[in-house]
């Protein structure tokens, strides 16, 4: 079964600072999916990124970078010279059995990390 | 292009009653269509997951049923709230058979059950 562990509850830190957000998943898939979504105050779910698993590559978008590594199962999330905007509750999630059952079965979330960003 | 709506953004209803929510996509045909609850705090739980008309497929024993009339619309529904349902519900959809170009997420529906 699939399993996405974000170990961060909440981290808070000074506006201008770096910040890592860290998501660890389980699966016995070959192909599989991972995703980064960011929830605002608001509620709704704004998608950041989507990366395949044959796909190592880290990727920039300007103060966002993600760093996947297979062999530690790990697709981390920086913020780089965070800000006040930032603030927010990141989701990293799953979507696998793309052979096995078809990947209509929806995405595995980990439970969240609260980023809080001071002025 | 492709638009996802939910409603209403807010409920407050009492332990008992019955409870329609309903989302709608617009700009595509044959999605696949998602409800997820989260409670406060807790990270996002699938409830029930659509691949057609009238298919549905439940992801935990619950209070609450979902039902789709029509190939974009998906209705999450309940005879009698308990306390427990209160939560923030959010519908989503995907191309279906084409889930790896991602899950879009309607704007939620914040329940409270009183």
């Known amino acids: 079964a699939q399993k996405v562990t974000q170990a961060q509850t909440e981290i808070s830190v000074v506006e201008k600072e770096d910040v890592t957000l860290d998501c660890v998943y389980e699966?016995?898939?070959?192909?599989?999916?991972l995703f980064w979504y960011k929830q605002p105050p608001s509620g709704e779910l704004v998608f950041l990124i989507r990366?395949?698993?044959?796909?190592?590559q880290n990727e920039i978008s300007g103060r966002y970078s993600w760093n996947f590594q297979k062999s530690t199962s790990s697709f981390n999330f920086t913020i780089t010279a965070s800000q006040v905007v930032d603030s927010a509750v990141y989701f990293c999630?799953?979507?696998?059995?793309?052979?096995?059952?078809?990947?209509?079965?929806?995405?595995?979330f980990g439970k969240g990390t609260h980023l809080i960003i001071q002025p | 292009s492709q638009t996802i709506h939910q409603w209403p953004a807010t409920l407050v209803q009492p332990v008992g009653s019955p409870l329609s929510l309903e989302c709608t996509v617009e700009g595509t045909s044959n999605p696949n269509l998602y409800w997820y609850r989260q409670a406060a705090g807790r990270g996002l739980q699938l409830l029930f997951y659509s691949v057609g008309i009238g298919q549905i497929s439940s992801e935990v024993p619950q209070n609450l049923s979902a039902s789709r009339p029509q190939d974009r619309q998906f209705i999450l529904s309940s005879k009698k709230l308990l306390l427990s349902d209160s939560g923030f519900y959010l519908c989503?959809?995907?191309?279906?058979?084409?889930?790896?170009?991602?899950?879009?997420f309607g704007s939620g529906t914040r329940l409270t059950v009183v």
């Open positions: 999630a799953l979507s696998d059995s793309f052979y096995s059952g078809g990947g209509a079965d929806g995405l595995t």
């Open positions: 990366r395949n698993s044959f796909d190592e």
């Open positions: 699966t016995r898939d070959t192909t599989y999916y």
């Open positions: 989503a959809w995907t191309r279906r058979g084409h889930q790896e170009s991602g899950y879009t």
